[in-house]
């Protein structure tokens, strides 16, 4: 019996540490999942730096900088010299610059000049300024007048900002790929219409 017995406490003592060990193992599992979920909120949560650089540019805050694809691609066209039928970064025009936003970013094939852009079937037309949204399309020319030949097209972005290759100079003293406001002059004596294209990429907010 005195064998036996001892057989059974040893054989206790053994289950309890397994126990003890499981339990402190599967504590640890937990903790390090904790962590990873902390880590992932964290980066879910973190603001990017193209989002600060943007928010602080468009004056808005940098999480309504959603559209990341948008932003990166427009950074990377940033100050790219202006050139009548330009087609690269070194020297584009303005409906080549809106061509190349909507088929890089939405998937989407869009006409070659502006008038096109503004004749175009799919082109959604509007007068008022409170109805643009960002991925609108902006239309100009000197008079202003819907009648008048368009002469130039921009990216509506948000808060009256839009981006677009433009001959005239800028806040940096170059012309080319720029932000410009549209209440500003002489933009906003030059705006003749906003127009929504169709989208196709998943990633973007539908007007």
């Known amino acids: 019996m005195g064998t036996l017995y001892k057989t059974i406490i040893l054989f206790v003592i053994i289950v309890g540490a397994m126990s003890c060990g499981g339990a402190k193992k599967a504590e640890q599992e937990a903790l390090a999942q904790a962590r990873r979920d902390s880590i992932a909120l964290a980066k879910q949560n973190a603001i990017l730096p193209i989002q600060k650089k943007y928010g602080a540019i468009l004056g808005v805050p940098p999480k309504e900088i959603d559209n990341i694809a948008l932003f990166e ?19 584009i025009d303005c409906s080549y610059f809106t061509q190349y936003i909507f088929h890089d970013v939405y998937g989407n094939l869009i006409e070659r000049t502006a008038q096109k852009q503004f004749d175009a079937p799919d082109t959604n037309k509007f007068k008022g300024l409170h109805n643009l949204k960002q991925g609108d399309l902006i239309f100009f020319n000197n008079r202003g007048s819907e009648f008048r030949e368009i002469t130039h097209v921009g990216f509506y972005l948000g808060n009256d900002r839009f981006v677009h290759s433009t001959s005239r100079k800028g ?6 790929v720029q932000i410009s406001n549209l209440q500003k002059q002489p933009w906003k ?3 003749v219409a906003g127009g929504k294209k169709p989208k196709f990429n998943n990633n973007t907010t539908e007007n």
């Open 189 to 191: 004596r030059m705006f």
């Open 171 to 176: 806040n940096s003293g170059g012309n080319g």
């Open 73 to 91: 691609f427009i950074d990377d066209w940033m100050n790219a010299p202006y050139k009548l039928g330009g087609n690269t970064k070194q020297g």
